[in-house]
């Protein structure tokens, strides 16, 4: 990681300038934590905003447009700002002179691939929790934006300097892995010859555990049909979940997701110890278990409702809505308690900070989750659950049908190997995750500004094209980015001086900002909304050498301005490099 000095982004110097104007106004002690500076709404009020005195007006004793014309009179005779204005009831608009610009691009090519880099999370341990498919079937398009999400949150983080773990949490108890054996018992006999004839309701439909009915002919071969269900069923189970599993890790290669954990639930239940049944016990111990009755909710029918004593956990405690019971009326444990233990795993390994990733139809176990870790942790922990909406696929503007090999949905592999892993992790990562998204097969493939990540590594990819095209007259120009930024970093950046050249400058150095605001936020669309616009100013600037000479990249016959724009033009590689690699999408040399 580069020294921290190095990569101290131009919004946090100018922070602490107006935090040392505050101090010379204001009383010692004053708590200047909420005062922020930030890009204004309106480009033309400047190249950042404060709201300093707004929210230090009250504390100082004065009117916040008397405090803004006293801060804004002190920030006036900085070097760094050309201009501090104050707006309305006491905002203050700051434009920054050229060389400020010019100073963070220089630190862009000193510390490279570095750049945007911090330790903001001084090493907090954090879980990101993410796809947890259940292990019975292939992965559909919408565990791909999930898997695509966790994955680029999980980068984001550690490029924050957060201790990551990326896990994966496996749904290998109850009802769901045992009909998947008897579906795969049946794909067994098949393989054996048997006609089985159409799949009976409730098993899983789909070519999918054919595999493994022929994995299970050829190590069994015809004996277990002698043995009861009993008998095979726990065999057959093992079995299907492990090449399930091993299927589910195939696609996720695809995409370049890797988990560190694979955490069975099937391991909180058999060992030594029954860990869903310690942790509920352990949270009788203090007071959050009792045995009671709930009220019926609200819009069941009278026959759907089984008025009982149950175990219940007082959820309500810790922000829930209602209380939630912990055992079936069998006496089994609840889905919910198994994760209750799950999650206390979790804190027993040293996690306070803990982020789940879940599908859209699981927005109502939320609080109820929320509301355990709290319990389980002491309110040491803290989750945060971000829900992932649907995928709609769509080719060319028309929904895509079924596919044959899952028998209920277009598998996630299908779409990887039809459009490539690219396509799928930039667009996926192109919307906010509670939106709905409208992935097009047709129209990422496209090459045309419509198509985001088209136009995002076409940016790249016309940033290195310049540079091959520059090694006609500066012959000894270094072919890697390292070394070029190495080399560029010395050049005159003052005669950047054209309003589009400075934009490109300010708009680089938001990326740093941008990512620490994104991690915090747990929001890696972010991180591809400002690619875009990165990649749009940079294309807009290219365009505009085609009809104005002058702003060419490359002067044939000024090789210092011509130095200037490759040093600007590798700023904007650089970023888009790191950008892109934060979202686990390639940045290439060439696009054909």
């Known amino acids: 990681m580069a020294p921290a000095a190095e990569i101290k982004n131009l919004f946090a110097q100018v922070l602490d300038r107006v935090r040392a104007a505050n101090e010379a106004l204001l009383p010692p002690g004053i708590d200047q934590s909420r005062v922020v500076v930030e890009p204004p709404r309106d480009p033309s009020h400047g190249d950042m905003a404060t709201n300093a005195a707004m929210v230090l007006a009250k504390d100082a004793g004065k009117k916040p447009r008397d405090l803004a014309e006293a801060i804004a009179g002190k920030l006036r005779g900085d070097e760094l700002i050309a201009k501090a204005d104050v707006a309305g009831p006491g905002f203050i608009n700051l434009t920054l002179k050229p060389e400020a610009w010019g100073a963070e691009l220089r630190t862009v090519l000193r510390v490279g691939a570095s750049y945007g880099r911090s330790d903001i999370g001084k090493g907090q341990k954090v879980n990101v929790e993410f796809v947890s498919a259940n292990p019975t079937g292939p992965m559909h398009v919408g565990h791909g934006r999930g898997a695509v999400f966790g994955d ?229 922990a803290d989750l945060d659950v971000k829900i992932v909406q649907l995928v709609k696929l769509l080719r060319a503007g028309e929904p895509v049908k079924m596919s044959k090999r899952a028998g209920e949905f277009v598998t996630l592999r299908e779409v990887v190997d039809e459009v490539g892993r690219d396509a799928v992790r930039f667009m996926m990562l192109y919307r906010k995750n509670d939106a709905v998204l409208d992935f097009d097969l047709a129209k990422v493939i496209e090459q045309s500004r419509d198509n985001a990540v088209f136009y995002v590594q076409y940016g790249h990819a016309r940033g290195e094209s310049i540079f091959r095209n520059a090694r006609e007259i500066i012959p000894d120009l270094p072919l890697n980015s390292a070394g070029r930024a190495a080399d560029l970093a010395g050049t005159r950046l003052d005669r950047l001086t054209d309003p589009a050249e400075l934009a490109l400058m300010r708009r680089i150095a938001l990326y740093p900002r941008l990512v620490e605001a994104a991690a915090q936020a747990h929001e890696p669309h972010r991180v591809s909304f400002y690619l875009y616009e990165l990649a749009s100013e940079f294309h807009s600037q290219w365009t505009r050498g085609k009809d104005l000479p002058h702003l060419r990249f490359i002067i044939q016959n000024d090789p210092e301005i011509t130095l200037a724009r490759l040093a600007l033009v590798q700023g904007v590689v650089t970023v888009l490099a790191s950008g892109l690699a934060l979202l686990g999408v390639d940045a290439p040399a060439e696009m054909r």
Request: charged share 25%.
């Open 152 to 380: 680029a949150l999980a980068s984001l983080l550690a490029f924050t300097g957060f201790a990551v773990t990326r896990e994966y949490y496996i749904n290998d108890a109850g009802a769901q892995v045992d009909m998947l054996a008897r579906s795969a018992f049946l794909r067994y006999r098949e393989a054996l010859g048997e006609d089985i004839g159409p799949m009976p309701e409730g098993l899983y439909p789909g070519d999918y555990l054919k595999p493994v009915g022929a994995a299970l002919a050829a190590e069994h071969g015809a004996g277990l049909k002698a043995k009861a269900e009993s008998e095979w069923l726990p065999l057959v189970r093992t079995k299907a979940i492990a090449m399930m599993l091993d299927s589910i890790r195939e696609d996720l290669a695809a995409l370049n997701v890797r988990h560190e954990v694979f955490f069975s639930e099937r391991s909180l239940i058999d060992g030594q110890a029954d860990r869903v049944a310690e942790t509920v016990e352990w949270l009788r111990t203090q007071g959050h278990v009792y045995e009671g009755r709930l009220s019926p909710p609200k819009g069941a029918a009278a026959e759907d409702w089984e008025d009982r004593e149950q175990t219940l956990f007082r959820s309500t405690q810790f922000g829930d809505d209602v209380d939630r019971a912990l055992k079936k009326s069998d006496g089994s444990y609840t889905y919910f308690a198994s994760d209750i233990a799950y999650h206390k795993s979790k804190f027993d390994r040293g996690f306070t900070s803990m982020i789940d990733v879940w599908g859209a139809d699981h927005g109502g176990y939320v609080k109820r989750m929320q509301a355990a870790v709290k319990a389980v942790s002491g309110g040491k």
